[in-house]
């Protein structure tokens, strides 16, 4: 069998706050152990200044970029974006991704086991925070001896967390990126997350959380909220393109309610496909920890008089964090007196832009971390001169 | 890089914070930045543009600078730089007053409408005068105002905005060469720069 892929990786674990040294959530609750699953690519320098950071989305994963086995064909989800001479080029870059704290790729989640009843957590599992991933993440950056970041990286809920870490760890990150994001969510964007939430909740075998044992998932209302998902991620005009009123396989209407038009079988093969791969409960707190997220309640700590360099971008058709939520972002940005690059990228692909191919996102990034990488040296030769002085 | 906008360039301490409203792809900029160590930064509508100005390492934000400029501190730059666009610009004198609280100092440059060829092209040919400066025909041309030397001179006295500087350039559009207008600038040169301040400074 050919190699398929040559950058091969490995998912690890990092396990800390063994009780009693819990981690305290915001909620003031605590959780503990926490497993954090995490995948890294390229060399770490000797200064261990070349590390970054990606935060995934929603319902993302370690899995940023590579494979595991050379015969794994599967690539990762920001394979176009992450690896060799790619925009985070990982001959230059150390990168770090891990699985966000409530998620179920191998995290610390609700799907995970509660020590205390040798049972799946289910609805026992604490609320949880954008604020709360981060302070997981920060753990792991620590327990990787890095102790300050080149950049932080990410999109959509990833870009909240890029947010969260400038506000809470400002000293730690020399760069961020947040990609189609915004520094809060609207009604909209929290009536979308409340109609999928209840689309789970309503499926009986959800059981009020409790369905790990044997038994039926619930995966109807999983797939439900899945496919509401998709709705906001494209646009109208991508919707258009990619499906019109193009009609599965027959010329006429059927007159009955199986998937007639090709846009209802897309949403019910993503659907199906996502409740393989994902748990309900786990998409139940991440959507509430992006809806509570408000860069408002972590900025009063940070971020003024921060050094932390900014590339922000939307996307023009992204409906779900319209380019004027960015706007917002860029705005208080600039009144905090940091340096803020913003750039509207024209796409018809609505949220999704930021993971499909686009040539100008791909160089904006790379031009802004080559400059940010270049600064660092820079800096660092001026610490070592005047060091060496005498 | 451009005459004019060498002499900008000129009248920039090094070290300074620089905001550029409408900077291309940031050939000022970029220059400032590496020969006097700015700390730069601009301001830029067109997406292409910006992405060339990122690209360039430089940092540089995309939208309108009329409303960009409100969200910065006062005192954030040393200069703001708005270089051949006064002209377009719906409401000047809000504008420059932003500018100046947000900036110590400005630098506006225009195409100066006073130039004798635009006065001979008016008075002889009788049609709307069009030059290297202005390029346009009356029905597609960005410029909705027209600004001479001594208009900028009365607006700035009227308005109790301080003159630093004031440098009249003989250049065309695009070109890199062209000489300082001394004798009867409001006449001879095809550009004013104004370096501008508040009257209490």
């Not at chain 1, 998709?230 to 027959?250: C, D, P, V």
């Not at chain 1, 790379?366 to 001169?385: M, V």
């Not at chain 2, 620089?18 to 940031?26: A, K």
């Not at chain 2, 110590?104 to 040919?125: E, G, T, Y």
Request: with cysteine.
């Amino acid at each position: 069998m050919p190699d398929v892929c040559a950058n091969l990786v490995i998912k690890q674990f990092f396990t800390f706050a063994e009780p009693p040294h819990e981690l305290v959530l915001e909620s003031g609750e605590r959780l503990g152990p926490v497993t954090l699953a995490y995948e890294t690519m390229g060399t770490l320098t000797p200064d261990r200044d070349n590390a970054i950071l990606v935060v995934h989305a929603l319902t993302g994963d370690s899995h940023v970029a590579g494979c595991y086995t050379k015969e794994d064909a599967r690539p990762g989800w920001w394979e176009i974006m992450v690896g060799p001479g790619k925009a985070i080029d990982t001959e230059r870059y150390f990168v770090i991704c891990a699985n966000v704290l409530g998620g179920c790729m191998g995290s610390t989640g609700p799907s995970s086991l509660n020590p205390v009843t040798g049972h799946p957590y289910g609805l026992a599992f604490p609320l949880l925070t954008i604020g709360d991933m981060v302070t997981a993440q920060k753990a792991l950056i620590d327990h990787l001896g890095i102790s300050r970041l080149l950049a932080v990286v990410g999109g959509s809920v990833g870009g909240m967390q890029v947010l969260a870490w400038c506000a809470r760890y400002p000293e730690m990150v020399r760069a961020a990126i947040p990609l189609a994001t915004t520094p809060r969510h609207s009604a909209q964007s929290i009536a979308f997350n409340e109609v999928a939430r209840q689309a789970i909740m309503a499926d009986p075998h959800w059981r009020e959380g409790d369905y790990y044992g044997e038994g039926a998932k619930p995966d109807l209302g999983l797939a439900v909220a899945r496919m509401i998902g998709h709705i906001t991620y494209l646009s109208n005009e991508s919707m258009r393109k990619k499906f019109g009123r193009q009609l599965k396989s027959r010329d006429a209407l059927s007159f009955h309610f199986d998937a007639g038009f090709e846009v209802e079988s897309y949403l019910r093969y993503q659907g199906n496909k996502f409740v393989e791969r994902f748990d309900a409960n786990s998409f139940l707190y991440l959507t509430k920890a992006a809806d509570y997220f408000d860069l408002d309640d972590y900025a009063a700590t940070g971020l003024s008089g921060a050094e932390i360099s900014f590339l922000v971008v939307a996307f023009t058709s992204d409906w779900l964090y319209p380019t004027e939520q960015s706007r917002t972002l860029v705005r208080y940005l600039k009144r905090s007196g940091l340096d803020v690059s913003f750039c509207e990228i024209e796409s018809d692909w609505g949220h999704d832009a930021f993971l499909l191919p686009n040539e100008r996102l791909h160089s904006l990034v790379a031009a802004f971390l080559s400059r940010i990488f270049r600064e660092g040296s820079a800096e660092n030769k001026a610490a070592d001169g005047g060091g060496h002085a005498f | 890089m451009r005459f004019d906008l060498q002499i900008i360039a000129s009248l920039i301490e090094p070290g300074s914070r620089v905001l550029d409203l409408g900077c291309g792809e940031g050939e000022l900029l970029q220059y400032l930045k590496e020969q006097k160590g700015v700390k730069a930064t601009g301001i830029e509508k067109d997406e292409a543009e910006v992405a060339v100005c990122i690209g360039r390492g430089l940092s540089v934000l995309q939208g309108d600078f009329n409303l960009e400029v409100a969200d910065y501190p006062p005192d954030s730059f040393d200069y703001i730089i708005i270089s051949q666009t006064l002209q377009q610009v719906y409401e000047p004198v809000a504008l420059i007053n932003t500018l100046l609280a947000i900036g110590k100092k400005v630098i506006v440059s225009f195409p100066n409408f006073s130039h004798w060829r635009i006065r001979v092209q008016l008075l002889f040919a009788g049609y709307a005068p069009r030059s290297p400066e202005l390029p346009y025909e009356w029905y597609d041309t960005p410029n909705i105002r027209v600004i001479t030397l001594r208009d900028f001179r009365n607006f700035a006295r009227e308005k109790g905005i301080a003159i630093l500087r004031e440098v009249a350039i003989n250049t065309h559009r695009q070109q890199e060469t062209g000489h300082i207008v001394h004798f009867l600038p409001n006449l001879r040169a095809t550009y004013g720069i104004f370096l501008i301040g508040r009257a209490d400074r």
